[in-house]
């Protein structure tokens, strides 16, 4: 059976296929998790990704930007979902999740350090409502094990003896921190994964222009002044996904800048190439130094079989 590639785009999904005669690769997009961010197309080594800016009329507020991938250039080697901050990549291998650059190890699963806690989460609040993105599921349970539907009509008495329960489908969060600044104290902690900088010029910004706060998908990552005429960011929440830079009409009125990516411990050359598209050369030969100073501590270690300080 010869190869047959395929292009499926729909309301809901963008899906790229490689059908062979035992294997079936697909890489689909999920359009209702996609932000129109920079992340894949500045990480896809073979340049299959890119971002096209939505028309929009006067009064209308800007539209996410819209991902388009070249089916010619696309090898599923899995980058773009290792990556994808939101999740809205997946590559499949005869429909289960496959990542062939991470099973070859020449690429780092990405750290999403999310620790909850719910013994501190008092009976009654609660936290799944302040994810922006609705990724955290309370739920409560009687000490046999029975779901509570709702809390609100338990006595006090009844909710002594209840369990809770956090799940958070952490393949899908950026690590805003919302969550972890609107729950109670402890009950969530959460780290970014991307680090960087973010920096609006308002003296470049067009006059009333609001298009990268009409598109950033963290409430609160960026925000109006108090006269409501200029869109500044806040730190504390943004993800650095670059929806926002995306679609601004000034290119220099947005400064953008990723300075590093938590990451498991790997060393490769495709990861590096990614690093570099994602940050700096810069970015990428600190991390290579510090990488080589662990190197060689560890090497004094084993030698000498003491912890070097």
């Not at 690590?175 to 991307?194: A, H, M, S, Y």
């Amino acid at each position: 059976m010869p190869l047959k590639k395929l292009k499926t785009d729909k309301a809901d999904a963008l899906t790229l296929e490689w059908v062979l005669h035992v294997k079936n690769y697909r890489l689909t997009l999920d359009k209702n998790h996609c932000v129109g961010c920079q992340i894949c197309t500045l990480a896809c080594p073979k340049e299959a990704i890119k971002l096209e800016k939505q028309p929009k009329t006067d009064g209308e507020k800007a539209k996410k930007a819209k991902v388009d991938m070249d089916l010619a250039k696309c090898n599923f080697c899995g980058i773009c979902d290792v990556l994808c901050p939101y999740g809205a990549m997946k590559v499949t291998v005869n429909g289960k999740h496959a990542l062939s650059v991470v099973e070859k190890e020449s690429f780092p699963q990405l750290i999403r350090d999310i620790q909850a806690d719910a013994s501190k989460l008092p009976r009654g609040v609660e936290c799944r409502e302040i994810c922006p993105l609705d990724l955290i599921k309370v739920t409560w349970q009687t000490a046999d094990g029975k779901p509570v539907e709702d809390i609100d009509l338990l006595t006090d008495e009844e909710r002594k003896g209840l369990k809770v329960k956090i799940d958070i489908e952490k393949d899908r969060c950026p690590c805003c921190r919302i969550c972890e600044f609107k729950c109670p104290d402890g009950v969530l902690q959460v780290r970014k994964f991307i680090n960087g900088k973010i920096l609006i010029h308002p003296e470049k910004c067009p006059k009333g222009c609001t298009d990268c706060l009409d598109v950033c998908p963290i409430p609160g990552a960026l925000y109006l002044s108090d006269d409501a005429k200029k869109v500044y960011p806040n730190e504390v929440f943004c993800v650095y996904c670059g929806a926002c830079k995306a679609v601004c009409p000034v290119d220099d009125a947005l400064e953008l800048k990723r300075t590093s990516i938590t990451h498991a411990s790997l060393r490769s050359g495709a990861w590096n190439k990614a690093l570099e598209r994602l940050t700096s050369p810069v970015e990428v030969t600190k991390e290579l130094k510090a990488k080589g100073s662990q190197r060689a501590r560890d090497s004094v270690e084993k030698r000498l079989g003491w912890k070097a300080m």
